[in-house]
């Protein structure tokens, strides 16, 4: 049969291509809601550039969903972090090491003192002596009946008088001193000289010092300045 084309004919299938693609067209922009799910989706459908700018939040998030592994380096800063979410009990075993630690990050009221251990260098150990030498712990000025002279003292607990004139008890405040020099107050003449005892006496008994004092052989009372040290 020989095909005629016909004005009839013409029409006719412009007609049926038009009702055709125009139903699928309209069935696609009429969508049920939710009626597209996983299953509807094909693999790779979604890429990153068809997902809007802050479309996926948080609560969008699955718990765990983000691991170590799907982070970018570099990408997890400070700023990114809120204040106190990073806690103790998220840092893994030695995570946190010396280049992990910004310069003076670390400063003198995060520190326990009891976790310090003792200087590990001898010459600052010397160091430390030396400076305890210049500004002792503690150091008296005691006048002749004992008492002391509070503007000339440091670290003492009490001066008194011991069972003889001229021998003089010393306590300290803090620590059991292991050393102690002890000098006459000058008055511009004599010969006044003083001894201190270090461990207790039958007049000062431990941990006080007993410092004596004498002119020429005799012991008599006198002022003097004494200095203790660890």
């Not at 699928?24 to 996983?38: D, F, H």
């Not at 094909?42 to 799907?70: C, F, H, L, M, S």
């Not at 509070?150 to 004139?165: C, D, H, T, V, Y």
Request: hydrophobic share 45%.
């Amino acid at each position: 049969m020989r095909l005629k084309l016909s004005y009839a004919n013409v029409v006719a299938t412009l007609a049926l291509f038009i009702a055709l693609t125009g139903a699928s067209a309209y069935a696609a922009s009429q969508l049920a809601p939710k009626s597209v799910g996983e299953p509807q989706l094909r693999p790779g459908a979604v890429t990153a550039d068809k997902i809007r700018k802050n479309a996926v939040t948080a609560p969008k998030i699955k718990a765990q969903a983000i691991k170590q592994g799907k982070l970018a380096d570099g990408s997890v800063n400070a700023s990114k972090l809120t204040l106190g979410s990073v806690a103790t009990g998220s840092l893994a075993a030695n995570s946190v090491t010396n280049e992990k630690i910004a310069p003076d990050a670390v400063t003198g009221d995060k520190v326990v003192e009891s976790t310090l251990s003792q200087v590990p260098s001898a010459s600052r150990a010397d160091f430390a002596a030396a400076a305890e030498s210049a500004n002792p712990l503690a150091f008296a000025h005691v006048n002749k009946d004992a008492t002391l002279d509070a503007n000339l003292s440091k670290g003492i607990a009490f001066a008194s008088e011991g069972n003889l004139p001229g021998i003089y008890c010393v306590g300290i405040a803090g620590f059991v001193p292991r050393g102690a020099q002890a000098t006459p107050q000058f008055e511009g003449g004599g010969s006044v000289s003083v001894f201190a005892k270090i461990g207790g006496t039958a007049s000062c008994p431990a941990p006080q010092v007993e410092v004596q004092t004498y002119e020429g052989t005799s012991r008599v009372k006198e002022p003097f300045y004494v200095v203790f040290y660890r």
